[in-house]
């Protein structure tokens, strides 16, 4: 599963090395672990807050985006003047446009110089073809037009600013240090309650679930790569035209 990572064997490697070292050398540790679990949640629940916001406001533009390049699709369709051969044209920019953009999320690569050159296409085809687009269309053209390139920026911005950097380190410093420390205390209130293999089991349960949710909130962070399963999922937003 992509929610599985290097990260998370290795929190899992260092509670069941922290269980073993209290065994062995019996060292025991007797503390409330309310501290240490508000510093564990309150980063990564805020941080997981702010990828599901991003992840939300990104299907927002796609849609914002998408809806705009399918009304200058009409608008052209709709134009009386533009012959078939021209109108076949305008559907081919406007692809193009649409698969440039996908394609720039995908990759996570935050130039927006190819986009620009896409749109660009938009406008030099209205230039060649003025006189054959009336007022009324060039004005709805450009009208949606600007919700393309707000809805392409915004996205594009995604790629580059990601949520704030210090609260997902704290949140990861937290885990590390709970998966250190959580096993010794497990042993002192077990140890003569329960068998041995079940202490072990207890010990990484917990530090294996907030890595779960850390990565989960690693993949809600950058929902282009097509990597995890909560990721958007891009090519239903192609314009198919």
């Known amino acids: 599963m992509s929610y599985i990572n290097i990260r998370t064997f290795a929190v899992v490697a260092l509670s069941l090395i922290s269980c073993y070292l ?20 309150f980063p990564l629940a805020n941080s997981i807050q702010m990828a599901f916001k991003r992840r939300e406001k990104a299907l927002e533009y796609l849609a914002l985006f998408k809806s705009a390049l399918l009304t200058i699709h009409y608008s052209f369709r709709m134009s009386k003047k533009l012959d078939a051969e021209k109108k076949a044209e305008s559907t081919t920019i406007l692809n193009g446009v649409c698969d440039t953009l996908l394609q720039l999320l995908k990759t996570s690569n935050g130039n927006m110089s190819n986009v620009k050159a896409e749109t ?31 809805g392409a920026t915004y996205l594009v911005s995604l790629t580059a600013h990601r949520t704030i950097l210090g609260l997902r380190l704290l949140a990861i410093f937290s885990i590390v ?49 097509q990597k995890g399963a909560d990721d958007i999922k891009l090519d239903e937003f192609k314009l198919n035209i």
């Open 177 to 225: 240090l709970f998966s250190a420390l959580h096993p010794l205390m497990m042993v002192y209130l077990l140890k003569d309650q329960m068998p041995e293999w079940t202490v072990y089991l207890c010990c990484i349960f917990g530090p294996l679930l907030l890595i779960t949710l850390y990565n989960v909130q690693a993949h809600l962070e950058y929902p282009f790569d």
């Open 22 to 41: 209290s065994y062995k050398f019996n060292l025991r540790l007797h503390f409330s672990m309310v501290l240490l679990g508000l510093a564990v949640a």
């Open 120 to 150: 660009d296409k938009v406008m030099q085809f209205i230039e060649r073809n003025r006189e054959e687009i009336s007022a009324r269309i060039l004005i709805r053209v450009i009208r949606y037009l600007k919700d393309t390139l707000d």
